[in-house]
């Protein structure tokens, strides 16, 4: 299933799409796409519905972020070899993890803000993993199971802020609106192997990232495996996996996003973000 969220900002409803294209609206049978809904239970719920009996949403509303009340944002950084060396950094020995704020959480086509004092804004196409089910001490064969799905993340950065402003990446993670999420939350089901998806980012017209999740150094399974010995992870929460190599600071020489840049990023059989930059006021 396709799940997403559509309407306007912090009053979105939950929907899935149906196989004609159309989204549904799921109001009637879930609160949210978030918490218990997430859970086998709950899938399997929507799942055993006639989508066919379910209103059509009309006309063409704002997607909003494919999951509500995100617990923890979790990222992984220099997750991909060819990532690591482009930002002149060892590949970790373990998965390098960090947070962003969940206030940074939007939609995935709408507008992204440039915040005050930013030189360095930059992009970073990820393959988002939504846990399920409550998970503590798990181990990578288990790992999978405890996943709900898989969507699209921007984990935009202002990279001056992330490395020159002291203390943890979080300062260059975090502005509001620098976590697109979406546009559909694919269940698991859908996802025949999350290491083997082909990824892309362009900026006006120009692709910058091409890669694929062949390519993590710590694959799925082994993010959550370890996420999980330090912290539990609940249902809701969102991990971004890391990204490929071709992001601005990796240019030569570098180029970041400046007001009025559009972006458009996709991942195979998970949809596609579009978004144009504005400078914060």
Same mark, same amino acid.
């Given at each position: 299933?396709?799940?997403?969220?559509?309407? /306007?900002?912090?009053?979105?409803?939950?929907?899935? =799409?149906?196989?004609?294209?159309? %989204?549904?609206? =799921?109001?009637?049978?879930?609160?949210?796409?978030?918490?218990?809904?997430?859970?086998?239970?709950?899938? &399997?719920? %929507?799942?055993?519905?006639? +989508?066919?009996?379910?209103?059509?949403? /009309?006309?063409?509303?704002?997607?909003?972020?494919?999951?509500?009340?995100?617990?923890?944002?979790?990222?992984?950084?220099?997750?991909?070899?060819?990532?690591?060396?482009?930002?002149?950094?060892?590949?970790?020995?373990?998965?390098?993890?960090?947070?962003?704020?969940?206030?940074?959480?939007?939609?995935?086509?709408?507008? %992204?803000?440039?915040?005050?004092?930013?030189?360095?804004?930059?992009?970073?196409?990820?393959?988002?993993?939504?846990?399920?089910?409550?998970?503590?001490?798990?181990?990578?064969?288990?790992?999978?199971?405890?996943?709900?799905?898989?969507?699209?993340?921007?984990?935009?950065?202002?990279?001056?802020?992330? +490395?020159?402003?002291?203390?943890?990446?979080?300062?260059?993670?975090?502005?509001?609106?620098?976590?697109?999420?979406?546009?559909?939350?694919?269940?698991?089901?859908?996802?025949?192997?999350?290491?083997?998806?082909?990824?892309?980012?362009?900026?006006?017209?120009?692709?910058?990232?091409?890669?694929?999740?062949?390519?993590?150094?710590?694959?799925?399974?082994?993010?959550?495996?370890?996420?999980?010995?330090?912290?539990?992870?609940?249902?809701?929460?969102? %991990?971004?996996?890391?990204?490929?190599?071709?992001?601005?600071?990796?240019?030569?020489? /570098?180029?970041? =996003?400046?007001?009025?840049?559009?972006?458009?990023?996709?991942?195979?059989?998970?949809?596609?973000?579009?978004?144009?930059?504005? &400078?914060?006021?």
């Amino acid at each position: 299933m396709k799940l997403l969220r559509y309407g /306007e900002l912090n009053a979105e409803k939950p929907g899935v =799409l149906d196989a004609d294209g159309n %989204i549904r609206d =799921l109001s009637g049978v879930v609160g949210d796409i978030a918490g218990d809904t997430l859970s086998a239970e709950g899938l &399997a719920k %929507i799942a055993e519905l006639d +989508l066919t009996s379910l209103p059509v949403v /009309e006309g063409n509303p704002r997607i909003g972020a494919c999951v509500g009340n995100v617990g923890k944002f979790i990222c992984i950084g220099l997750n991909y070899s060819d990532h690591a060396a482009e930002a002149g950094m060892e590949v970790p020995k373990e998965p390098v993890t960090f947070f962003k704020a969940t206030s940074a959480i939007c939609g995935p086509n709408d507008d %992204i803000e440039i915040p005050r004092g930013s030189v360095k804004t930059d992009w970073e196409v990820e393959l988002g993993v939504v846990i399920g089910k409550h998970t503590k001490y798990v181990s990578e064969k288990g790992a999978l199971d405890h996943v709900a799905g898989y969507c699209v993340v921007n984990d935009l950065s202002e990279r001056d802020f992330q +490395l020159h402003r002291s203390g943890q990446w979080v300062k260059g993670k975090s502005a509001d609106t620098f976590g697109p999420i979406g546009p559909w939350l694919v269940t698991r089901d859908e996802v025949e192997d999350p290491q083997n998806l082909s990824m892309y980012l362009e900026v006006n017209g120009h692709r910058y990232q091409n890669g694929s999740t062949k390519t993590m150094v710590f694959d799925v399974a082994k993010v959550i495996s370890h996420l999980s010995q330090f912290m539990s992870l609940q249902p809701g929460d969102v %991990i971004s996996t890391g990204t490929p190599p071709g992001v601005g600071m990796g240019q030569k020489p /570098e180029t970041y =996003l400046k007001p009025g840049d559009k972006m458009e990023l996709g991942i195979e059989g998970l949809g596609v973000q579009k978004q144009v930059t504005y &400078a914060a006021d």
